[in-house]
């Protein structure tokens, strides 16, 4: 079998130069264009000989050749660097580098360097030289490092901006849209309740579902409003007594029409562990949001199981379903704003806010817990026989606040 060679250069017209005489060489070329992803590729598949350019477009080809040299049996390996100019062959040796040819690659020169690191000969810089040399690429390094971080404090520096302003525009969108719900909602209840004159049954029909229609938009904004508070800082917590048990009972009221219209079973498990110490609003938000994303993606006629535990200072909601599931490398995107698991996009049911099971998370960290999820559920639930092979979300928060300081 011919040796492996990696290629790591991001320059179409030196890998075009640098190929032809390593594959008439008999090597076998695998080709990659920058230096973090090279150095992945040596680690996963380790080559017979690596060849890379000194410029490349993240970590420069010296830094290449210094990190894999660390690494066990790597040291063997012969490492050809190509530079820009020869006043880079002793930083190239001091860092790792076996062989160095200069710009611009003529074959035959290329081809006499390849051969005599095949055949085991290697460049090494005198005591004083390699010293220079390591001097020189220390401070290329720390300069390097110094500017990386530059670069990222400015990004860091520019995404919390955004981010900020982000949050402002959602607070003042949801403040605009829950504007005209309130009198729609309102004038919809004076209907409902026939204050304003009876209603024939095919009136009462269209009234019930413009109700729930604006109770759905209502929810989508508040979800919005309180997202956007949590991530400003701004959305301080009212703690009192809150019956766990009968908040999940009240949640899985809220959501009797949607269950009924997809023919769920939705069982409630209490605990009996009596009160905790939460903000009820907000604690009630995040469950209804775990309950109705698991009520939005079960298969019809499937079930829904809510349970409440309460264990020591700890009160748990988990939440199981019978959904499609979510795969292993979106379970910790889910809880990302406007995030869509890609097997919940499937069929028929179209995505939400993509604000739910976020806010759920802030809520949960807000009270000084937690927002998990497994899928499938690596455990049942003791308390029903159903099997549940979609999503367990579980709601984790201390039974009273964290002492304030």
Same mark, same amino acid.
Request: charge should be neutral.
């Given at each position: ?5 990696l290629?790591?250069e ?28 090279g150095?992945?590729r ?11 350019g ?5 970590i ?26 020869s ?11 076996? !062989? ?29 030289g ?8 220390s ?15 400015? !990004? ?12 402002i525009f ?12 309130t ?6 209840s004076i ?12 009136q ?14 209502? =929810? ?10 949590? !991530? ?22 809220d ?8 023919r769920?079973?939705?069982?409630? $498990? ?10 009820p ?8 949001n775990?309950?109705?994303?698991? $009520? ?6 499937g079930?829904?199981?809510?349970e409440?535990?309460?264990?020591g200072d ?22 990302e704003?406007?995030?869509?698991a890609?097997?919940r996009?499937?069929?028929s ?9 976020? $806010? ?10 937690? $927002? ?5 559920? =690596? ?22 606040p964290?002492?304030?300081?």
């Amino acid at each position: 079998m011919p040796h492996r060679v990696l290629l790591i250069e991001n320059d179409s017209a030196l890998r075009a130069a640098v190929r032809p005489v390593l594959e008439a060489e008999g090597l076998s070329v695998d080709e990659v264009d920058s230096g973090l992803a090279g150095i992945r590729r040596a680690l996963a598949s380790p080559p017979d000989l690596v060849v890379a350019g000194v410029r490349l477009p993240d970590i420069d080809g010296c830094e290449v050749a210094t990190r894999l040299k660390a690494e066990k049996g790597f040291a063997q390996v012969p490492f050809l660097v190509v530079g820009d100019s020869s006043a880079q062959h002793d930083l190239a040796l001091a860092a790792g580098c076996d !062989a160095f040819v200069v710009r611009p690659v003529e074959p035959e020169r290329f081809r006499a360097e390849l051969r005599a690191i095949l055949a085991g000969e290697r460049e090494r810089l005198p005591e004083a030289g390699e010293r220079a040399g390591l001097k020189a690429h220390s401070a290329a390094m720390a300069e390097r490092l110094e500017r990386t971080l530059a670069e990222v404090q400015v !990004a860091e520096s520019r995404l919390a901006e955004r981010n900020r302003l982000g949050g402002i525009f959602m607070k003042n969108l949801a403040h605009e849209l829950s504007g005209p719900l309130t009198p729609v909602a309102g004038y919809l209840s004076i209907m409902a309740s026939e204050k304003a004159g009876p209603l024939t049954p095919q009136q009462r029909k269209i009234v019930e579902s413009l109700q729930g229609s604006v109770a759905r938009m209502s =929810r989508t904004v508040e979800n919005l409003s309180d997202f956007a508070s949590l !991530a400003l800082g701004q959305a301080p917590l009212f703690p009192s007594e809150v019956d766990p048990d009968a908040l999940a009972g009240e949640v899985v009221a809220d959501l009797r029409l949607a269950a009924k219209d997809a023919r769920l079973n939705v069982k409630v $498990v209490r605990s009996g562990g009596g009160k905790a110490v939460a903000d009820p609003r907000k604690l009630k938000q995040a469950l209804f949001n775990l309950v109705q994303n698991a $009520v939005k993606f079960s298969p019809h006629g499937g079930e829904v199981l809510v349970e409440v535990e309460r264990d020591g200072d700890q009160v748990r909601f988990l939440v199981y379903d019978q959904g499609p599931g979510i795969p292993a490398a979106d379970q910790q995107n889910v809880f990302e704003p406007f995030f869509h698991a890609k097997a919940r996009q499937e069929g028929s049911r179209q995505p939400g806010s993509g604000l739910g099971l976020p $806010v759920a998370r802030r809520v949960a960290e807000a009270h000084g817990g937690r $927002v998990l999820v497994e899928s499938p559920p =690596r455990t049942q639930s003791d308390a029903s026989r159903r099997h549940y092979t979609g999503s367990k979300f579980v709601l984790e928060i201390p039974a009273a606040p964290p002492a304030a300081g």
